[in-house]
């Protein structure tokens, strides 16, 4: 069994801030779980580079592959990433710069950008705090007999120009896809309501729970996967 790593990224300035989606920087603990990650990844990945595992990833060089190539953007967000992502890719972030800064401390190990990956599209609603968003929202978004709330409905609820929970559930399918494919480990860095999707289907938690489902900052949850099941093994780098 090789274990999947997953992570949020450090915590972002708009987190600070309180403010959701957006593209901001890391703030200050953001930097310093950064580093803190790139030491533990590279013990854990050092320690799992059985055999096998070298024998693959030395195969796919040799054939001239570019799959280790450093900063493949995977474009698309569904089908046509099979076969660009190998068995020797490590770092999976989105292409959103929070996620980027907090593996770019992490060297040695391959990396790839997946759009897929990216936080939920929160919409009209981006940039702005829970309280922005109950204080601005026209009521129509809560009360209207044709829209689902989101305090009623969290896995259904639409960004009015954005996603849903299960948007996002069936936007990860090419990545859930190409994780399962792995045979070697690797380091998911991506967001809160991404990885609650991805835990959960790894969890084998049931679709309602996912938007509830804790994913704190600044700690790695391990899974791996055996005949006998999924384990899973979680590190808290930083308070
Ligand atoms: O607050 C951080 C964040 O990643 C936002 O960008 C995103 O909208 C939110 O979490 C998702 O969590 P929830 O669905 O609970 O609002």
Redesign the pocket.
């Known amino acids: 069994p090789r274990p999947i790593l997953l992570t949020r990224h450090g915590e972002s300035r708009?987190?600070v801030r309180g403010r959701?989606?957006?593209d901001a920087v890391l703030s200050e603990a953001g930097e310093l779980y950064a580093k803190k990650l790139a030491n533990f990844v590279e013990k854990r990945l050092k320690s799992e580079k059985t055999a096998s595992v070298t024998l693959i990833d030395e195969g796919e060089q040799g054939g001239g592959s570019d799959e280790g190539e450093v900063g493949i953007l995977v474009e698309a967000w569904i089908g046509s990433s099979v076969g660009r992502v190998g068995s020797c890719q490590y770092i999976w972030t989105s292409t959103l710069q929070r996620t980027i800064l907090t593996a770019s401390a992490i060297v040695g190990f391959p990396k790839i950008q997946w759009r897929a990956l990216e936080?939920?599209n929160?919409g009209v609603c981006d940039g702005m705090t829970?309280e922005e968003i109950k204080k601005n929202m026209p009521e129509e978004y809560e009360y209207a007999k044709n829209a689902i709330s989101r305090k009623k409905d969290?896995l259904r609820y639409r960004y009015p120009r954005g996603e849903s929970?299960l948007d996002i559930i069936q936007r990860l399918e090419p990545v859930i896809i190409e994780l399962e494919r792995q045979r070697a480990p690797v380091v998911v860095i991506s967001?809160?309501?991404v990885l609650r999707a991805l835990y959960a289907y790894f969890a084998d938690r049931p679709l309602n729970e996912i938007?509830l489902i804790e994913v704190p900052f600044h700690t790695i949850i391990e899974i791996q996967m055996g005949v006998t099941g999924v384990q899973e093994k979680r590190y808290k780098l930083m308070g």
């Open positions: 708009n987190n959701i989606g957006g936080e939920i929160a829970y969290k929970y967001h809160q309501a938007p």
